[in-house]
């Protein structure tokens, strides 16, 4: 099993939808995560940090399930503009591990 | 300017030439972290930094040689090129501590002919 997983997508949703992602992780020691958004293999940006239960920030929210090991970016809203590639990361003694990235594509 | 920069941006070389990746940043972080990034495997770590003088390997380290003999910088070095060497490489620097984010370089497009 892959220490972080996502589903790649893509996934096509029109504007003004609600869309969600899930990314499941192995290692259940990881104590923060990090939603990152990745435009056109530009640099990975930084979205949201995950260190309880959830974070939210405008549209954006983000849940953290230990039990079932999983967290989860929920976008409301959806704006063009959100079409980009979703990277979650679990961090592991310093250092990050990503998932491969879900791919979104948002359109009018 | 504030931040992490890599050069250069863009570079092509022949295989069998060594080839060294520089990044910069200028926040004092302790952590620095070199990636690659290839289509269908996403990021992959290749070497990171916990301090200047310590280094340790990723996931792909094989035919990449690092240093880090100051803080704000940690060049990654192809020793010699290989095609399967050409991708889209991101240098990363975070602070310590587990709840510190991590910050990208603008990356460097390596084309290896």
């Known amino acids: 099993r892959k220490e972080v997983e996502q589903d790649p997508g893509p996934f096509n949703v029109p504007e003004g939808a609600t869309v969600a992602f899930n990314c499941t992780y192995s290692n259940s020691a990881s104590q923060s995560f990090f939603w990152y958004r990745q435009d056109c293999r530009k640099e990975p940006k930084l979205l949201m940090s995950?260190?309880?239960s959830g974070n939210e920030d405008g549209r954006f929210t983000a849940q953290l399930n230990r039990a079932s090991q999983y967290i989860s970016l929920l976008i409301r809203d959806s704006k063009l503009s959100d079409s980009a590639t979703y990277l979650c990361?679990?961090?592991?003694?310093?250092?990050?591990?990503f998932g491969q990235g879900t791919e979104l594509s948002v359109k009018p | 300017d504030a931040g992490i920069t890599q050069s250069p941006r863009y570079k092509i070389t022949e295989t069998g030439r060594q080839v060294t990746l520089m990044c910069h940043q200028t926040?004092?972080?302790?952590?620095m972290f070199w990636y690659r990034q290839d289509l269908g495997h996403g990021l992959r770590l290749i070497y990171y930094?916990?301090?200047?003088?310590?280094?340790d390997k990723g996931e792909v380290p094989d035919g990449y040689v690092v240093s880090r003999s100051k803080t704000e910088n940690f060049p990654l070095t192809l020793e010699s090129a290989t095609r399967s060497q050409t991708s889209v490489y991101f240098c990363a620097s975070r602070a310590g501590g587990r709840y510190n984010e991590q910050f990208f370089g603008p990356g460097t497009r390596l084309t290896v002919l």
């Open positions: 926040w004092s972080h302790s952590y």
């Open positions: 995950v260190y309880s």
């Open positions: 930094s916990a301090a200047a003088d310590i280094t």
């Open positions: 990361s679990r961090d592991q003694g310093g250092k990050l591990i």
